[in-house]
């Protein structure tokens, strides 16, 4: 009982009446006991004092404009500290909100809590329309992990350890809480409430491997003539970053970071067959995921992108053994912690082990020599208005310039350019729309960021994707966050260019043209920037990161310049029906 009794409250009611405490503060003990020190959130009944209470007991209350950026900054929040990030959120409209971070919280594998007040459940559960009335954990249920309510102050220590341990451990994701607002007032006696807490002993337990599927998945790798690993966004958030890289070097295999798995190591790593990726998948004859699902990213392990069918072995290390053979056999399963999982099969390679056949290294090489070159004069280019190529290349220079820096990217060319063109050299430094490619996660994830590392943030958005947490900037602008947003602005989705055929509206992808998001920051006294040439962009950029404060760079791009959907035009449906001559 020591770190409880550890506790002090500010409230001055509660110091007027030592012997008492109450759901408020239960739930603020419950979470400080844990090591939660970040509550994300968007005030309101039944949660105000809640988060005004948190702040007074040295809790960090970071306010949004919008629920789904906190809910984005607490998933975040939990990939890059392996705690789970938690969102605050009033009733009904504020929970739906967030519900979206959740689910996205969930289908990534992030852990994070959203706790949500919700009205009385005497009048929520008789329908008889009570204040922003709703059956919110049975909306929760579906999209996330696991939801729980609490009805009773003395259940919140439980209520809280079960949502920490159901966020953290084996596959992480989301958790729903459920606080009626009677909750928060309930009284207790201090003593009891204190003894009620509990301090969660080892959320996410190493699961190690048995030690037959070590010998089988090694037994596999050893006979591959093209071996090849593909780390995943799990492997990024094991926090495993020395046993991977030893496991890449000593085997001498190469490997294929997926996107959030960049810089894991660097990606300049002389085993990264990163800019060899499409021969690196299709060529290879046994792939080793590690923290990586075999979905639509991967093609499923099947089709156009692999090899001939049945030519391709797969080895899968993943906590979640649900996971193996969802798509294709996996013939060597390994599920464990990868922290473990890497660890096994690094000690069972033991001295004697082979490298991987010179001719397959060799062919690698030369494809990725041979892209590099071929990208190398577009990122030079000079034509103005700027090509995307041109206006990454300058924001290439500037990462591998500031590595420690955390670059968040979103949009369609946007994000396939930045995420090809800019090299990654630490781990988890790129985060991005995951999964779902999903729109909206850039300032939550920046906010986040920020907040959680203290690190300079680096925002690369198209100027479509910026629009659905655009004003949060204000909220960087408010908590003086050092983030610096590159908007590029090609005055729509995917291209600028399109028209109504009818000639009645502006057509269906575009935006006002030459629109000036730089104004937007600066309303709320940031610095805004109009760039046209990847110089200025250069200067921009690296000036607002000398000075550690929020700006926003309008950067114009070609509206000519981008493809329908990025790199995924393909997933488009086409009509049935034959256009007429
Ligand atoms: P990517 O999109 O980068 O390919 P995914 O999100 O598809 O990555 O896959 C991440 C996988 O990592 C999930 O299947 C998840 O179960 C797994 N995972 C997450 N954390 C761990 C861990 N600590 N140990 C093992 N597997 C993990
Ligand atoms: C929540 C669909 C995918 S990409 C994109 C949209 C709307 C925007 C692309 O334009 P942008 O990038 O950002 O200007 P660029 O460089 O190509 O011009 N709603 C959600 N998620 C997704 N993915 C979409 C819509 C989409
Ligand atoms: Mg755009």
Redesign the pocket.
Known sequence: MTAVAKIVHTNPEVEAEPDLTDGFHLVIDALKLNGIETIYGVPGIPITDLGRMAQAEGMRVISFRHEQHAGNAAAIAGFLTRKPGICLTVSAPGFLNGL?ALANATTNCFPMILISGSSEREIVDLQQGDYEEMDQLAIAKPLCKAAFRVLHAADIGIGVARAIRAACSGRPGGVYLDLPAKLFSQVLDAEAGLKSLVKVIDPAPAQRPAPEAIERALAVLKAARRPLIVLGKGAAYAQADDAIRALVETSGIPYVPMSMAKGLLPDTHPLSAGAARSTALKDSDVVLLIGARLNWLLSHGKGKSWGEPGSTKFIQIDIEPREMDSNVEIVAPVVGDIASCVQALLDGMGRGWQQPPADWIATLNAKREANIAKMAPKLMSNASPMT?HAALGALRTIVKERPDAILVN??????DLARGIIDMYQPRKRLD?GT?????IGMGFAVAAAVETGKPVLCV??????G?SGMEVETICRYGLPVCIVV?N?N?????TDTDPTGRDPATTVFVPDSRYDRMMEAFGGTGYHVTTPDELTRAVNATMDSGRPALINAV?DPAA?SE??NIGSLNPQSGIKKKK
Request: charge should be negative; hydrophobic fraction near 40%; avoid cysteine.
């Open positions: 979206t995307f979103e949009g369609a060319n946007t994000l729309v779902w490619g999903i729109m909206g958005e198209g100027d479509s994707a910026f659905f590029f090609n729509g989705i995917y291209r600028g791009i981008g959907s990025g």
